[in-house]
């Protein structure tokens, strides 16, 4: 074994930095295991901002907070873990701002709060628009500061079950090549989304749902696999994010006539309406032969230039580079892409998983604050506040704990799989298949496109050293198995719920029967499916208006 720790973090984004930091503030030996540099990672890609009721630009609180992330959630977020996230959000703010975080300002002084969807006050902190670079490099000088250990650039492939419990991660050394085993009393999974599923996407290359299939192959529960969301405003042709707080700073979205169409879907928040509602009027307006090359315009002329520049500056970068236009003179065009996915590893309030010692945090985990719709600025507020709430637990229960103990046959088994996987000769190269899984809508593909995995794919690369050809091949296997559930959950839910549309053939929610969370299994050789009920305290499904 490589070595040992009370608390290893799988991922070194906003979620598992601010996990590690915790439990080392509490006292635990703790060490990050990242397939990236952790400044690479791609948290860092965020751009418009993390909300917490800090009500500086008007009145709120974390109860109103918590009634539209609830609303915004179709109704399908755990309300217990709702109010406990906006509850602990502004003093979490508070944190990253003494550690650091230079958040843009009101001319008074206060941190500036801009509006974003869905939300009922202005109440997303942000740092003009590159909110996750300033967070990310924040968290990075908090973890060296501590002197916390990195296994940089180490693929976590599989979990260490030994004693009914977790005890450490297998890891693929992509510097140095081969297999290393880190053993952990405890273990918390903070590798984010699996955005890369899908072609037209916002997520970077890394985002391969690695963490959720490590879980589901050790029977683990995820939940709401169904519901990924689609961002309204994703550039043209590339699928590069264009911040919601553009349209948060007042841009408008017109169609082919010049018309902002929004009026017709959500007259009253417009373009603020939360994420699910405005990328679907996009795709009714396109389908009507009301878009321009499949896609809308994003028009902020009218902000002036000074606006733009001062708080849209990497908007304004990522248009003209991407798109050769500049938002000051021309509109943009964009249309949904697949951005956030609001299911993952199922947890209790303090990341802790079905299985003793493991525990999850951040995009991979589901605990759940989103529900069926994700609001824009709560997801790296969620990283924050779970990653540091799972740090906590994780260090606790690792400290009033003490055996590793991973057997010899994990290392050795782990040898042989790899091994195995360098020798096949006779298949398919991955990206054949990582292509039409892209592009792929039904259940019958995807099982085909299992089978041609499994028939072999040819990892052309043998060498040891960096080899990305064979963590390539591994993230595609874990693509797949996460594609499976997703299909399944969504064939079986048979309504429309926020962002799982299903317009032709179920277009409106059914509470009656789908009030409910998707839990999925790995039983056999695929996903099985079951329910499993919301909790609720105070807010009531029935009131849901827009
Ligand atoms: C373009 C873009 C803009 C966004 N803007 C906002 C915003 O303004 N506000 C907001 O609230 N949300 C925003 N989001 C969503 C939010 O940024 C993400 O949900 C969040 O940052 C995810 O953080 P994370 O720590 O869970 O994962 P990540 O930041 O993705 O980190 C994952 C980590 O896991 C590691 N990892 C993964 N797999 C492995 C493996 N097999 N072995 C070892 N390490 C592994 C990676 O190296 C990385 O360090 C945005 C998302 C995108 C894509």
Redesign the pocket.
Known sequence: MEATHDVLV???????MRAAIEAYDAGANVAV????H?TR???G???????AALGNAAEDSPEIHAFDTVKGSDYLGDQDAIEIFTREAPSDIYQLENWGAFFSRMLDGKLAQRPFGAAGSPRTVFAADI??HVLIQVLYEQLVKRDITVYEE????KLVENDGRCQGVI?WDLLNGGIKVVGGKTTIL????Q?RIYRTT??AY???G??AAMALRMGLPLKDMEFMQFHPTTLYPTGI?L?EGCRGEGAYLINSEGERFMKTYAPNAMELASRDVVSRAEMTEIDAGRGINGSVMLDMRHLGAQRIIERLPGSRELSMTFAGLDPIYDPIPVRPGA??HMGGVETDNDGATELTGLYAA???ACVSVHGANRL??????E?ITFGRRSGRAAAEWALSNTTIDVPASAEADAERELRGLLDVSEGERPWQIRNDLGSSKQIEVIDELRERYERGVIVDDKGEVFNSDLVQAIELGNMIDLSACMLQAGIARKESRGAHARPYDYPTRDDENFMKHSITRWVGDGPELSYKDVRYTKYDPMERTY
């Open positions: 799988v991922g070194a984004g906003c979620a598992g295991i990242s397939k990236l952790p990672s791609h948290s890609a965020a751009e418009g901002g993390i909300n909110t996750g180490y693929f976590a492939w890891c903070a590798t984010g989304g955005g916002t997520n890394a985002c391969t690695d963490g994010l911040t951005h956030y951040g995009e991979v824009g600025g709560n997801s790296l507020m990283t």
